[in-house]
């Protein structure tokens, strides 16, 4: 059985994106990218909302790789042989191999999908990520707290709804970014 596990960059002061919808201020230097490959390569398959999964998709174009350092390029790797599952009423198609379209997240499916998978899931997109919060189906939340603070944006976390947590791990990296990762305790 796999877990859902929900991560992101997130701005000290709890976003993943700026009002402006910009998310510059999280890319994060070799050690960061290096942990974010480790925990990616433990996913099966990625959950996604339409406007991450078009954020995503950069990563199957080698044409914008070649001069990028090797960890950027492992990732590349790792993302394309994942599986992915792209949730949108609008997206007419997908452009990238191993991925499929649903056009509405049904959390049973999800739980089947969990009871099922040999390897862990992962869940991407703040939207699609407080669906699954809300109907209960995140087991993990790894957050990476980048020492900023923007004001204001898209919230990492859903709003109103309870989540009761345990820390599991965490870690302070050179750069100041600081991980966290908690279990989701459920009723």
């Not at 049973?108 to 390897?119: D, F, H, P, Y």
Request: glycine residues 8%; negative net charge; charged residues 30%.
């Amino acid at each position: 059985m796999g877990k859902l596990i929900y991560a992101a960059n997130t701005s000290l002061d709890g976003f993943i994106e700026d009002e402006a919808g910009a998310f510059d201020w999280s890319v994060p230097d070799e050690a960061v990218h290096s942990f974010w490959n480790e925990h990616e390569r433990g996913i099966g398959t990625s959950l996604y909302g339409r406007r991450m999964y078009e954020t995503m998709q950069v990563w199957q174009s080698d044409d914008w790789l070649a001069d990028e350092p090797a960890v950027v390029r492992e990732y590349a790797d790792i993302w394309r042989d994942t599986d992915k599952i792209v949730y949108s009423t609008s997206l007419a198609d997908v452009s990238t191999p191993r991925t499929r379209i649903e056009r509405r997240f049904e959390p049973e499916s999800v739980r089947q999908l969990k009871q099922t998978s040999g390897r862990d899931l992962s869940i991407g997109g703040a939207q699609i990520a407080a669906e699954a919060f809300r109907h209960g189906l995140v087991d993990e939340c790894v957050l990476l707290l980048c020492p900023v603070s923007i004001g204001g944006g898209k919230p990492a976390l859903p709003r109103g709804v309870r989540l009761d947590l345990e820390l599991l791990d965490h870690r302070r990296f050179d750069n100041g970014v600081i991980y966290l990762r908690h279990a989701v305790r459920h009723a």
